[in-house]
């Protein structure tokens, strides 16, 4: 097959492009997938690299998937040696290249998921200067246990803020050791404590041999950083690298694409900045920009494929609001219904009626699947999914548990994990009494305390437990429970040092733990929970041993159920990337889109401040949120809002100003123009052109 066959002069020009740092601003619906396989297969059949040199990066596995099938199916078997993945995965891999000088022990370093980074930064809370340690009041019991009760929950809010704003300080580039340095000039003191929980809780991470996902880019990004040798030896290993999405970078994320383009300096990056939607993940836009610099050839793709010109209008007068250069051209060569804006009393009967709208559209003749309703938060989700079951519609809400957050899975692979680490004492904790066995909370920490005394793995510190010479007492179940976790450990350990194939350290865990037997035995959900374990089981079998497995399993954060046939409920961030033949907007209300929460916490930074990032969030981000929902939709858009909330933590009601600067026409259910939004499009395009471009 022609690899550039079929590509509009557009997309031509951009998929043939010359060698260089490359810009592609792709809009909604143009082709941006497209445009970057063609790229690809002109860098292998055109230029002659070979595929092995050529790395591509994405945000998700889904999408490095897509992008390896559509590859390979212009290009056949060579697609096989493309280095395809996504930040963290292919962060993984240089991190287990070179572990020791990255400040790790071993290539063997375990990824904490977030319920274990929020236990290490509960603990890393208590040192002084953080929250602090718990000091007993004077008094009675009853007095003792009432402060510490509200200590706790002090603490519980505390760590829950630390976490979110270390992981912040790591995606906008700040370490620990820059948040720990006596000598940098005093913050605030919310700051200040919460540098001194970063410093506490990269040493409960370290400690363990762990990282957490914000750790994977930028110890990547401090390795290549400290090290131009060693830079220079990754950056060598790539002829070309290419970024999808790049507008949802973060400032480690970019830095990470400069040092590994240092060497060739050939790079392509995709994406378009108006759908830059994650400042509360320290995303900003100017990302795709900073990466390639300013002497970057730049390509525009603005050809939509999906949405009719009457989707379009709308969309583009949501980010025309922004400062920019120029007006938001998105342009698309189909016509279809104008878009409809409804107002309704309320909230419940905003549902009510986007539900009946649902059933129309199915009884004549449209795929549940090809409908989505999109909210900006899910709490707003519950009155919709209960109006759609009411009308015979059975919704899934797609921000449900995924597969790594499901109870078994993370069973198995705590099993796993002291496979490859026997002294894991988070994954210990988590599987002592799974299945039951007698061992409760006094007999784990007794355990435990034996293993750290001792310095001795956990399967030992089983066995030393249960000696009559250790001084710990084990009610008789106890005893027969932590002998056969002991022996079940000591299995594993043994797959674990021999190196075992991943597929067969998993059936260890499975066998000898009698975690499989627990799971066969249950009285509900039994068939469901095999599944999740048998997908597992399935997805370790190409790997050559538990801890490479382990690895790449912790970075698959996008796994999704199967949805075809039902009608979508979904937030806006979970929408991107997909579409859909009907779109329905509703919440478009004052205070909740634009969220009032999202406004209060918009940045005003400067790229390269790591303590408050970059500018981000604000009203500017909830107008390119706005774009991409409404872009989504194929064939209908329907926006909506409730004149009053009665559920909604005091938020919300009336028409939101997106309303207006979208100037839409918003009509009562009957069809009665709204009589609040008469006469206010001039004041709008005024506001709207106002802005510096």
Not at 49 to 72: H, Q
Not at 218 to 236: A, F, G, Q, T
Not at 323 to 338: Q, T
Not at 657 to 665: Q, R, Y
Request: charged letters at 30%; hydrophobic letters at 40%; glycine letters at 8%.
């Amino acid at each position: 097959m022609n690899i550039l066959e079929g590509l509009d002069p557009e997309q031509l020009a951009a998929a043939t492009a010359p060698d260089g740092p490359v810009r592609i601003s792709a809009g909604a619906g143009t082709g941006k997938t497209t445009t970057l396989t063609a790229r690809i297969g002109h860098l292998i059949s055109g230029k002659g690299l070979a595929p092995e040199s050529i790395t591509a990066v994405t945000f998700t596995r889904k999408a490095a998937n897509e992008l390896r099938e559509r590859v390979a199916a212009r290009l056949g078997e060579g697609a096989a040696a493309l280095r395809l993945g996504t930040f963290h995965s292919l962060s993984c891999r240089i991190l287990r290249r070179n572990a020791s000088a990255a400040g790790l022990r071993d290539g063997n370093f375990t990824i904490v998921d977030e319920d274990d980074a929020r236990k290490l930064m509960a603990a890393a809370c208590e040192v002084p200067g953080a929250y602090g340690p718990f000091v007993p009041p004077h008094g009675d019991e009853a007095t003792v246990a009432a402060v510490r009760k509200e200590w706790e929950a002090g603490l519980r809010d505390f760590a829950k803020a630390a976490l979110r704003q270390v992981s912040l300080w790591k995606a906008w580039g700040l370490t620990e050791t820059e948040a720990g340095d006596p000598s940098r000039p005093r913050r605030s003191e919310e700051e200040e404590a919460f540098a001194a929980a970063y410093v506490a809780y990269q040493y409960e991470l370290e400690s363990r041999n762990m990282v957490d996902f914000g750790d994977l880019i930028l110890k990547v990004v401090r390795l290549l950083r400290d090290n131009p040798r060693l830079c220079e030896i990754e950056s060598s290993r790539i002829r070309h690298l290419l970024v999808d999405e790049a507008q949802d970078a973060n400032p480690v994320q970019v830095e990470w694409v400069r040092l590994l383009s240092s060497w060739h300096g050939s790079l392509t990056v995709v994406g378009d900045e108006d759908q830059s939607i994650y400042g509360f993940q320290g995303g900003y836009p100017g990302a795709m920009a900073d990466m390639v610099g300013p002497s970057a050839a730049v390509f525009e793709l603005r050809t939509n494929r999906r949405c009719t010109e009457e989707i379009l209008r709308p969309a583009n007068l949501a980010v025309d609001y922004n400062r920019r250069k120029e007006p938001k051209v998105l342009k698309s060569n189909r016509s279809g219904p104008e878009v409809r804006t409804t107002a309704h009393a309320t909230e419940a009967q905003e549902a009510a009626w986007v539900a009946a709208r649902i059933r129309e559209l199915v009884n004549g003749g449209a795929d549940p699947g090809q409908i989505a309703v999109l909210f900006r938060a899910s709490w707003m989700m519950p009155p919709f999914e209960e109006a759609l079951m009411n009308k015979g519609v059975m919704p899934v809400v797609t921000s449900g548990i995924s597969l790594l957050e499901r109870e078994e899975v993370k069973d198995v692979l705590g099993f796993l994990r002291l496979a490859v680490n026997p002294y894991d004492d988070l994954a210990f904790r988590r599987v002592a009494n799974r299945p039951v066995r007698g061992l409760g909370p006094a007999a784990v920490d007794a355990i435990c305390a034996i293993a750290s005394a001792r310095a001795i793995p956990f399967h030992e510190a089983c066995h030393a437990a249960v000696d009559p010479r250790s001084g710990a007492k084990f009610r008789k179940d106890a005893k027969e429970g932590a002998a056969a976790l002991g022996r079940a450990l000591s299995m594993l350990a043994e797959d674990g040092k021999w190196e075992r194939p991943a597929y067969d350290v998993v059936g260890t865990a499975l066998r000898e733990t009698g975690y499989l037997e627990h799971l066969t035995n249950l009285k509900e959900g039994s068939e469901t929970k095999l599944r999740s374990v048998e997908t597992v089981r399935r997805l370790s079998d190409p790997y050559e041993d538990a801890a490479s497995f382990l690895q790449e399993i912790s970075v698959m954060t996008d796994e999704e159920a199967d949805v075809s046939g039902s009608v979508r409920l979904s937030t806006m961030h979970a929408s991107k990337g997909l579409e859909f033949d009907h779109v329905f907007c509703p919440g478009f209300d004052d205070g909740v889109m634009p969220s009032a929460r999202a406004l209060e916490e918009g940045r005003r930074g400067k790229p390269g401040d790591p303590w408050n990032g970059p500018r981000g969030g604000g009203v500017e981000e909830e107008r390119r949120l706005a774009h991409v929902a409404f872009t989504r939709a194929r064939k209908t858009l329907d926006v909506s809002f409730p004149w009053k909330r009665l559920k909604s933590f005091g938020k919300g009601g009336g028409p939101s100003s997106l309303v207006e600067e979208c100037e839409l026409e918003a009509v009562e259910p009957d069809g009665m123009p709204t009589p609040v939004l008469k006469g206010r499009k001039g004041s709008a395009r005024k506001n709207r052109m106002g802005y510096d471009r």
